[in-house]
């Protein structure tokens, strides 16, 4: 598909308000992104509904509607509880210490917190301390939103022990349930017998007038297919979506779309495209930011320019994630001005660059060969005074590792602490891969020993990723001399900063 024609997809009225003389020049002079002013982004509050009571023979959800300051106050409490059980104060001592408190919606946000590490156990302890009490009634809300917990956590087995005990408990199954149950086996490791397992599903959903398969069922499977490559199944999906009640929106194309994306699989992604415009489902800022990504990444600089361009003269309005996508893939393209132009037209339209979007400068002069410019950007952020995040400490230790330079990444982790950032397995991980590529076992052995200090234990998958990952980049190894260029690019700078550490 032609830049054109993408184009013409995407196209929407011209709303003159918006900015439409973008500049993409190679020859910009904004070159002094140091000298910008660093913001990290706070963290949003977390909202999330509240469930009520709801007799599990209904398949509708009954919802009271809860304000900003009722949900505030709820997750705040729930703040507290997490903050305050421990080893010493066993979690349901310290839920009985609240008892009076606790309601459902408390509950699901429980899940939620301690479904984002791996206390996936501890869920199944307040799962069972609210069958104790007086206000609990079996619910499917509940039951789904544990299968999805236990899902994500790569649990299938206790995701299907849940599934019978809510059968048990006299609720019959229900569309949401059984696209929880789906989204649990897809993450699971065998992602074949995984895809069978979700089409087993929706092919029985069928079958049952409660469980009819819904759009979000649709747009489960067809992600999962598409990031599997089977085009052809997803072909059979968007067929039968056509030919049932149920109407595919802009979370069905955008899903396929990034997948496809992602797998740079552009033809397909573009098929899916020109299906979206004959549905007359119009593109947001999610299709437009998946379409700069995937071309950017297959270095297809002039459809992507011209999906940005197309992107100011619609309704939409770019985000901090178009801007840093650009800025990283001209990167890897080493058109280094076309990334510091973007930078600026940050700023100009009146954007505040988020510590991610740094992170992406710094990745950028990085891949351009230019450390220099990418320490004084990571310089420029411990000057700000601002929380310095241990991402953004691996962007610079990996720009180092990248441009052949060990020594200067060593000198860099011997200053995180006084910078306020702790290393994590991450961290570890990148290091002990540049250290082996280069053979520093001096280096390796003091890494192995910060890692013992830091209670971070290199397991079995720790050297397969580390070492695998060295694997693979043996395969594109760079000309000695431009390592050769990158040190005396550093060397002035570097003995600066030892000065200071």
Avoid at 414 to 427: C, E, I, K, L, M
Wanted: glycine share 4%.
């Amino acid at each position: 598909m032609s830049p054109n024609a993408v184009i013409g997809i995407l196209q929407n009225p011209i709303n003159p308000n918006y900015l439409t003389h973008f500049s993409l020049s190679s020859s910009s002079p904004y070159s002094q992104i140091a000298s910008y002013p660093f913001v990290v982004l706070q963290k949003s509050s977390i909202k999330l509904k509240s469930s009520l009571k709801i007799s599990c023979n209904s398949s509708r959800s009954h919802k009271r509607s809860v304000s900003k300051s009722d949900n505030s106050e709820a997750y705040e409490l729930v703040r507290v509880i997490l903050r305050n059980f421990s080893d010493k104060e066993p979690l349901l001592s310290t839920l009985n210490k609240y008892v009076k408190l606790l309601r459902t919606e408390h509950c699901f946000m429980l899940f939620e917190e301690l479904g984002k590490s791996d206390n996936w156990l501890q869920c199944l302890e307040v799962f069972r301390w609210m069958q104790k009490q007086r206000w609990y009634i079996a619910d499917n809300g509940i039951y789904s939103k544990l299968i999805s917990v236990m899902g994500r956590k790569g649990q299938t087995r206790m995701a299907m022990w849940l599934f019978s005990e809510m059968r048990n408990s006299g609720c019959r199954p229900d569309t949401s349930v059984y696209n929880a149950l789906i989204t649990a086996h897809l993450h699971s490791r065998d992602k074949s017998k995984a895809l069978e397992k979700g089409l087993g599903y929706f092919n029985k959903m069928k079958g049952m007038e409660r469980c009819k398969p819904s759009i979000v069922t649709y747009n489960i499977l067809l992600r999962a297919f598409a990031q599997a490559r089977n085009v052809n199944q997803v072909n059979a999906l968007f067929k039968d979506l056509e030919e049932s009640i149920v109407s595919p929106d802009i979370f069905t194309f955008n899903g396929v779309m990034d997948a496809y994306g992602k797998n740079g699989m552009i033809r397909e992604m573009e098929d899916v495209l020109s299906r979206m415009k004959s549905n007359q489902c119009k593109p947001d800022i999610i299709t437009f930011n998946l379409l700069i990504d995937a071309y950017g990444k297959r270095q297809e600089f002039e459809k992507m320019e011209q999906v940005f361009k197309s992107l100011l003269r619609s309704k939409e309005r770019p985000t901090l994630p178009t801007f840093n996508s650009m800025i990283v893939n001209y990167g890897k393209a080493r058109l280094r001005e076309k990334a510091e132009s973007i930078f600026h037209n940050i700023t100009s339209m009146g954007y505040t660059p988020n510590y991610i979007t740094y992170e992406s400068v710094i990745v950028m002069y990085g891949l351009c060969d230019y450390v220099s410019r990418a320490r004084e950007t990571f310089d420029g952020i411990i000057a700000s005074k601002k929380e310095l995040k241990v991402s953004t400490l691996n962007a610079m230790l990996d720009v180092y590792c990248l441009n052949s330079l060990p020594m200067e990444a060593d000198m860099l982790l011997d200053s995180a602490r006084d910078y306020g950032v702790h290393p994590n397995s991450s961290t570890y991980k990148l290091l002990y891969k540049a250290y082996t590529k280069a053979n520093m076992k001096d280096l390796l052995q003091k890494l192995l020993k910060c890692m013992d200090q830091d209670g971070i234990v290199p397991n079995k998958r720790f050297f397969l990723e580390a070492l695998g990952a060295f694997g693979s980049s043996t395969t594109t190894k760079k000309p000695a001399s431009r390592s050769t260029d990158k040190r005396k690019n550093t060397d002035a700078h570097n003995q600066q900063a030892a000065g200071k550490t």
